[in-house]
């Protein structure tokens, strides 16, 4: 008997480290599923914007999928992954009024009296997805971080590489 419970120990042991090392292997598989389609991101908006420079593609159409702000697009999402879906599913500049126009029209919970402002203030503290541009001939437009650019036109001031400089006090 002591056989046979020392058989299913061993075997329950065996199905653990199995499904522990198969968590493992779907976690890996999920990162790098994430890191691939982010990959495969920059690259659509990189070659939609290099067939606009060689101009085989008008600046006002995109081969990027459209989706509508339907009632429920942006449901549940916060401003600033609203506002990222929207300009990526655009696939081109918009105007801070467009993207505020759009996501009230997606659903997006606002208890501001100035849903503009929240807006503009979620999608300033992510640099990392959004920049600001104001080019000459025109008015200021949010882009997406990944969308190359004329860097002359960034409003953005450039950070300056200062070599940091130690001094030893006695």
Do not use: C
């Not at 990027?64 to 990526?88: C, H, I, N, V, W």
């Amino acid at each position: 008997m002591e056989k046979q419970q020392d058989f299913f120990a061993l075997a329950l042991k065996q199905a653990d480290e199995e499904i522990a090392d198969i968590d493992s292997r779907q976690d890996s598989l999920q990162a790098e599923l994430e890191r691939m389609t982010a990959t495969k991101n920059k690259l659509i908006t990189t070659r939609r914007a290099l067939l606009i420079q060689v101009g085989d593609l008008p600046e006002d159409q995109s081969p990027l999928p459209q989706t509508s702000a339907t009632s429920k697009s942006f449901k549940g999402m916060s401003f600033a992954a609203a506002a990222r879906k929207y300009l990526f599913d655009v696939g081109r500049p918009q105007t801070h009024a467009q993207v505020v126009e759009a996501l009230l029209k997606g659903n997006i919970k606002i208890a501001s009296r100035h849903p503009g402002n929240s807006i503009r203030s979620s999608m300033q503290k992510h640099p990392d997805w959004f920049r600001w541009v104001k080019r000459p001939s025109g008015r200021g437009q949010w882009e997406l971080v990944e969308w190359p650019t004329e860097d002359s036109h960034v409003t953005v001031p450039p950070v300056e590489a200062s070599t940091p400089t130690l001094t030893l006090v006695q």
